[in-house]
């Protein structure tokens, strides 16, 4: 009974193979196929049955064990170069990150200017620039108002000095006139007293 279940199992398992070649006729045979194969062709027939030989199943099992240690390692190996170029992978991500943020930050020294050891922005240092002339614009406005208002003081000041050194001078020549005027009539009244005397 035994041997029976073995060899309709033996029987499943190569009609599922048959089944996978037929699908896969176009990938390359594995060495289980060939195997399988040969097994079939060189089996003989008992009342509707495949009849096997022990070693030649025994072969099988061993080339079925072999070719599924190989394709394990196969697998640990693809496992293997998967993880690898996960890393791989991951290392390029990290490192893309990186250099975006150093893209990132060059354009952003690029784009900013340096005032009195400050980093500022193109557009926040004209728009400090500006602000700067236009309080210097500012400044030099009110300074030419207060300057224009200063000069025309000064001027109406040295009219009003001249106008007054012009009336000082007239008063003083008025005021010598009249001291010697007064210096005559003075000497007019001595020299009638002298002459009374």
């Given at each position: 009974?035994?041997?029976?279940?073995?060899?309709?199992?033996?029987?499943?398992?190569?009609?599922?193979?048959?089944?996978?070649?037929?699908?896969?006729?176009?990938?390359?045979?594995?060495?289980?196929?060939?195997?399988?194969?040969?097994?079939?062709?060189?089996?003989n027939n008992y009342?509707?049955?495949?009849?096997?030989?022990?070693?030649?199943?025994?072969?099988?099992?061993?080339?079925?064990?072999?070719?599924?240690?190989?394709?394990?390692?196969?697998?640990?190996?693809?496992?293997?170069?998967?993880?690898?170029?996960?890393?791989?992978?991951?290392?390029?991500?990290?490192?893309?990150?990186?250099?975006?943020?150093?893209?990132?930050?060059?354009?952003?020294?690029?784009?900013?200017?340096?005032?009195?050891?400050?980093?500022?922005?193109?557009?926040?240092?004209k728009a400090m620039?500006?602000?700067?002339?236009?309080?210097?614009?500012?400044?030099?406005?009110?300074?030419?108002?207060?300057?224009?208002?200063?000069?025309?003081?000064?001027?109406e000041a040295r009219?009003?000095?001249?106008?007054?050194?012009?009336?000082?001078?007239?008063?003083?020549?008025?005021?010598?006139?009249?001291?010697?005027?007064?210096?005559?009539?003075?000497?007019?009244?001595?020299?009638?007293?002298?002459?009374?005397?």
């Open positions: 009974m035994r041997t029976k279940d073995y060899v309709l199992a033996i029987f499943a398992c190569i009609s599922v193979f048959q089944v996978n070649a037929q699908q896969d006729s176009i990938a390359a045979q594995t060495p289980v196929q060939d195997e399988f194969t040969r097994l079939i062709e060189e089996s009342q509707g049955y495949k009849v096997v030989e022990y070693d030649k199943l025994i072969e099988l099992r061993n080339t079925t064990r072999n070719f599924i240690t190989e394709l394990k390692e196969e697998i640990i190996v693809q496992q293997n170069t998967v993880d690898q170029q996960n890393d791989q992978i991951q290392q390029l991500k990290s490192d893309l990150a990186a250099t975006q943020e150093d893209l990132k930050r060059v354009s952003e020294e690029k784009d900013a200017l340096m005032f009195l050891g400050m980093p500022f922005s193109k557009g926040g240092y620039m500006w602000g700067i002339v236009g309080g210097l614009l500012l400044i030099l406005g009110v300074l030419f108002f207060r300057f224009k208002s200063s000069n025309a003081a000064t001027k009219q009003k000095l001249s106008e007054t050194e012009k009336e000082f001078d007239a008063y003083r020549s008025k005021a010598l006139e009249k001291e010697q005027r007064l210096g005559r009539m003075l000497q007019d009244e001595r020299n009638r007293a002298a002459g009374n005397s």
